[in-house]
């Protein structure tokens, strides 16, 4: 039985998104509505917003939702934020009290290089990957998310960075993502690309969509 209320609200967040400076967003939650997970980890909480819009997007169509967000939260300072070239999040439980009121949520806080494990045995229906920036940071992300992953699990990989070879080497996902299987997974470069300055430095960035295809 499909949600009116979510789905009304999911239409007009892509309508703000897609006459906005960044369009790239309305691509979750399109992603979303067509693929219909059940089950949504996100690398990358920050301040809890994309979270609530993709449970809602997700529940248009499943009511039971199952939500898992990995991020440092308060550990967070200014050297780190520099070093990653991130932003500084909500507390993880001011976060936690508001997204519990939509799903079923579980968050860690801390580096993912050690908080990835801590969910065991666990396969998803969709993963989003936007955590720390620099490279070795999403590298590790990757693969320690390879292991919730199940045949057709969708990944979604933000900062595919354009134009800026001397980020490319130190920042984003394409070097990852250029060297992702494609005989083990399909690749989408989406279309919007977002523009903007962060940290003095100047980006042109691009969401890719892999899909883990049925060849196991």
């Known amino acids: 039985m499909i949600n009116f209320v979510c789905l009304i609200l ?10 906005s400076d960044t369009k790239r967003y309305s691509i979750i939650l399109s992603t979303i509505f067509y693929y219909k997970p059940k089950s949504i980890i996100e690398i990358g909480v920050y301040r809890g917003v994309r979270a609530k819009e993709m449970i809602q997007a997700a529940q248009i169509f499943n009511k039971n939702i199952e939500y898992f967000g990995f991020d440092l939260f308060e550990m967070i300072n200014k050297k780190i934020q520099r070093k990653e070239l991130s932003k500084i999040p909500y507390s ?3 976060i936690k009290n508001n997204l519990s009121k939509y799903a079923k949520v579980r968050l860690f806080k801390g580096y993912t ?16 990957i936007d955590g720390g920036h620099r490279l070795d940071t ?4 990757w693969y320690k998310s390879i292991k919730f992953q199940k045949k057709n699990t969708i990944i979604i990989f933000d900062d595919y960075y354009l134009d800026n070879k001397k980020i490319i080497r130190n920042f984003g ?3 990852v993502v250029n060297k992702i299987d494609e005989k083990k997974y399909s690749k989408k470069l989406f279309f919007f690309t977002d523009r903007f300055v962060h940290l ?7 969401m890719v969509l ?3 295809l049925n060849n196991d």
């Not at 999911?10 to 006459?19: N, V």
């Not at 999403?138 to 992300?141: A, E, G, L, S, V």
């Open 173 to 175: 996902c394409n070097l």
């Open 200 to 206: 003095k430095q100047r980006l042109n960035i691009k």
């Open 138 to 141: 999403i590298k590790n992300d």
């Open 210 to 212: 892999l899909k883990k």
């Open 10 to 19: 999911t239409i007009l967040r892509i309508i703000k998104y897609l006459i």
């Open 113 to 128: 290089s050690k908080t990835l494990d801590k969910l065991k045995n666990k396969k998803v229906d969709l993963i989003f």
């Open 92 to 94: 993880k439980k001011d």
